[in-house]
């Protein structure tokens, strides 16, 4: 098991929609990121700054399944109008990872 951290910016005009979509996320998009391997996924905001943390096996693969996700592709096209920084699942640098420096198990 590896883990994973990762930085975006909402615009802050949408913080608090973004913030009230998140709360119902789409069941077929939470299958579907846990089909992938995703585990333990946080998303925390500072402000308009998020940072996600999340765990998964082989990351490699889960971003190829994710990928090939229909529910993750809406979901991604519909979170564009929210985000400063838009993912998309075709380009693996559109999401700014961060490097691990310190872990405390």
Same mark, same amino acid.
């Given at each position: !098991?590896? &883990?994973?951290?990762?930085?975006? &910016?909402?615009? $802050? @005009?949408?913080?608090?929609?973004?913030? !009230?979509?998140?709360?119902?996320?789409?069941?077929?998009?939470?299958?579907?990121? &846990?089909?992938?391997?995703? &585990? =333990?996924?946080?998303?925390?905001?500072?402000? *308009?700054?998020?940072?996600?943390?999340?765990?998964? #096996? #082989?990351?490699?693969?889960?971003?190829?399944?994710?990928? =090939?996700? @229909?529910? =993750?592709?809406?979901?991604?096209?519909? !979170?564009? @109008?929210?985000?400063?920084? *838009?993912? #998309? *699942?075709?380009?693996?640098?559109?999401?700014? !990872?961060?490097?691990?420096?310190?872990?405390? $198990?």
């Amino acid at each position: !098991m590896a &883990r994973y951290a990762f930085r975006l &910016r909402v615009r $802050e @005009d949408r913080l608090d929609d973004y913030k !009230m979509h998140h709360q119902a996320v789409w069941p077929e998009l939470l299958s579907d990121l &846990r089909a992938a391997g995703y &585990r =333990n996924y946080s998303i925390f905001a500072d402000g *308009p700054e998020l940072f996600g943390y999340l765990e998964c #096996d #082989d990351w490699d693969a889960a971003q190829r399944a994710l990928a =090939n996700s @229909d529910a =993750n592709r809406r979901w991604q096209a519909f !979170m564009s @109008d929210f985000l400063a920084t *838009p993912v #998309d *699942p075709d380009d693996e640098t559109s999401v700014r !990872m961060l490097e691990p420096v310190f872990y405390l $198990e």
